[in-house]
């Protein structure tokens, strides 16, 4: 169900004036047209929920609607539009931010103005019965409220929910999806991404492009790395403690990334092709890991045949409906005709609201969950139609039930992607940009406790599975370019006694790193360096990630609430022999005192004493 909501814009005539906000992303800019002198106007259909968004006019000065609600939360002053939902001072909507249906369950989130009266209870009609729960208030940030009520409600159930105090504002509870629940064997697994080609070479496949592992690495480098090598790999993966693998994709391309495939079909021979992916996986699954393969679904290369028959025969190909043609004739490289990922003219982006060009995409997920994966990376999730990985899903979970997808969303729009709009976990690239400012020292730890409290909460009633945890990947610089070994220990404490699915990066257990902050995503390439030898000596760091796996495999998947006191953060997990184990991070360059008592089971960055030195760690079981 979609709204249509217009925004109005009043200003000199002859401005240029774009709309920017969560419509439904913030790097999809709307052009707005002057209906009249000086009068910019702009209606757009937009689904339920709490949106966002600013005008940029003449492509330099934001501004903001002062008729418009305005959210101060994150620091500016985006106005905001309220689809399906209450009005201020009451923040609410019926989107995947606010309102989660469990089986057993119905799970409410909502915000209230700081100066506000909070509703104190949540009501729910089923049929003639009418039963309360109390809101919990988890805490106040930057004049908000936040807040939450869980109501019991059996999986068949149907009926009405509102809030005390606001009878005019009644909700129909929402359905029960049946693809919506993740496998269970995806909570708490820890990944570890591989970058294909800077992996090592198994196989006798012949690859001419192939240099030796001492030539310094560009975007036309191929080291060589294929699915032999990673096979050969998989004991010394198990070794270090990992639940499974990541692989960046395995289709013909001619770069070593291959995000830019020129068949979806198809496994590059020069990888061993689909008989070495046979072999990785049986050997996979004998060992206990779990095999994961990106795929790049949203774009092709300009040498994919099918955009070849359209630069060919323009509107007469076959496929001229599969790609977002802007005008013809199509000329290769003018991105004025036609759209293209990062507006780069070698990869246009398909049109995946074209049916044929959807089912063809479908198709190959279809084929690689039955060759044995376990779990696919949707690439891009933001660039392609929700009605795509919805699609995909009811696919390939006919195929088996159990297979998991984990999606790539850079922006803070995990809800509308996770579950029924697709995946399983979702990146969470803003928990990695706090815990980034943490470790460079620019947030202090009560305002990092806040805002990832805060940013759990407006994510909404999600499993804490559904967020995909990591500090680096492919595609960013490596945490140890940017913070001292010693911090980057640290951040691996944090993520890994937390309950959260996490990614590391290959080589992280290494200290790998090139050393150069990266501002550009084409910069990453002095990041993706050759994997040095598993079998030569092991730094620090690769024996705190064994002993931290081994303590992760340990306690409870269970839920966790941080506390920050001065510069100290800590939180509680549960063993599974049921003893209860404190964490706590020393989040300064200077000693604190150490007031939990008990076995240290783990220290990090020191031996343990009675102060807990500078960025250090100490996992204490205290009963």
């Not at 049986?282 to 393969?293: M, P, Q, S």
């Not at 976990?425 to 806040?450: C, I, K, N, S």
Request: charged share 25%; hydrophobic share 40%; net charge neutral.
């Amino acid at each position: 169900m979609t709204v249509p909501v217009t925004f109005r814009f009043r200003g000199a005539p002859g401005q240029r004036v774009e709309l920017f906000g969560d419509l439904p992303t913030w790097d999809r800019p709307h052009l707005m047209p002057e209906v009249a002198p000086g009068e910019f106007v702009l209606t757009l259909e937009l689904p339920p929920g709490i949106h966002r968004w600013k005008f940029l006019v003449d492509w330099r000065r934001w501004t903001r609607d002062v008729e418009a609600p305005v959210d101060w939360t994150e620091g500016v002053d985006n106005s905001i539009v309220i689809v399906d939902g209450t009005r201020p001072p009451l923040f609410f909507a019926t989107d995947r931010r606010h309102v989660q249906r469990f089986h057993d369950r119905l799970v409410v989130h909502f915000e209230c103005d700081e100066r506000a009266v909070v509703p104190g209870r949540v009501w729910l009609r089923v049929d003639e019965t009418v039963s309360w729960a109390r809101v919990v208030t988890h805490g106040v940030w930057r004049g908000r409220v936040t807040c939450s009520a869980e109501l019991p409600l059996s999986a068949n159930a149907q009926g009405t929910f509102g809030f005390e105090g606001w009878p005019e504002f009644v909700f129909d509870t929402p359905a029960v999806h049946a693809t919506s629940e993740a496998p269970k064997w995806l909570s708490g697994t820890v990944w570890y991404g591989i970058f294909l080609d800077r992996w090592f070479r198994g196989g006798a496949t012949a690859d001419a492009r192939v240099v030796s592992r001492d030539e310094p690495t560009s975007a036309t480098t191929f080291y060589g790395g294929d699915l032999e090598g990673v096979r050969q790999s998989l004991s010394s993966l198990k070794a270090l403690g990992v639940d499974g693998v990541v692989l960046t994709p395995l289709q013909p391309s001619e770069t070593p990334h291959r995000y830019d495939t020129t068949d979806h079909h198809a496994i590059d021979e020069r990888l061993g092709g689909e008989p070495a992916l046979r072999r990785l996986i049986k050997d996979a699954h004998r060992k206990g890991l779990k095999v994961c393969l990106d795929v790049s679904f949203t774009h092709v290369h300009e040498d994919h045949p099918f955009w070849r028959d359209v630069l060919q025969k323009q509107k007469r190909s076959r496929t001229a409906k599969w790609f977002q043609v802007k005008r013809f004739p199509v000329k290769r490289g003018d991105v004025s005709r036609y759209a293209a990922y990062a507006n780069r003219p070698e990869l246009p982006l398909l049109d995946l609201t074209h049916v044929p060009a959807r089912k063809h995409i479908i198709d190959a997920a279809v084929k690689w969950v039955k060759l044995g994966v376990d779990a696919l990376r949707l690439d891009a999730m933001t660039d392609a139609p929700p009605v795509l990985w919805q699609e995909l899903r009811a696919a390939v979970r006919k195929v088996r039930r159990d297979v998991a997808l984990l999606g790539e969303v850079v922006m803070d729009v995990q809800p509308f992607f996770s579950r029924d709009l697709g995946a399983d976990a979702v990146t969470d690239f803003q928990h990695r940009e706090a815990l980034l400012q943490l470790l460079e020292g620019t947030m202090r730890p009560e305002t990092f406790a806040g805002w990832t409290r805060f940013l759990e909460h407006r994510q909404g009633p999600l499993p804490h599975g559904s967020r995909l945890r990591f500090f680096d990947n492919h595609d960013t610089s490596r945490l140890g370019s940017l913070v001292d070994p010693t911090r980057v220990r640290f951040a691996l404490a944090w993520l890994l006694t937390r309950p959260e699915p996490v990614w590391l990066t290959a080589g992280t257990e290494f200290e790998l790193a090139a050393g150069v902050p990266l501002f550009r995503l084409d910069d990453a390439w002095p990041e993706r360096i050759a994997m040095p030898s598993l079998d030569g000596p092991k730094p620090e760091t690769y024996g705190l990630i064994s002993d931290l796996l081994r303590l992760r495999r340990e306690c409870l998947d269970d839920d966790v609430q941080v506390v920050a006191s001065g510069p100290v953060l800590s939180f509680q997990r549960t063993r599974r022999d049921g003893r209860a184990v404190s964490v706590v991070f020393n989040c300064s360059d200077g000693p604190v005192p150490l007031d939990v008592e008990g076995e240290v089971l783990l220290s990090v960055n020191e031996p343990a004493g009675a102060e807990l030195g500078p960025w250090c760690v100490r996992v204490i079981a205290t009963t």
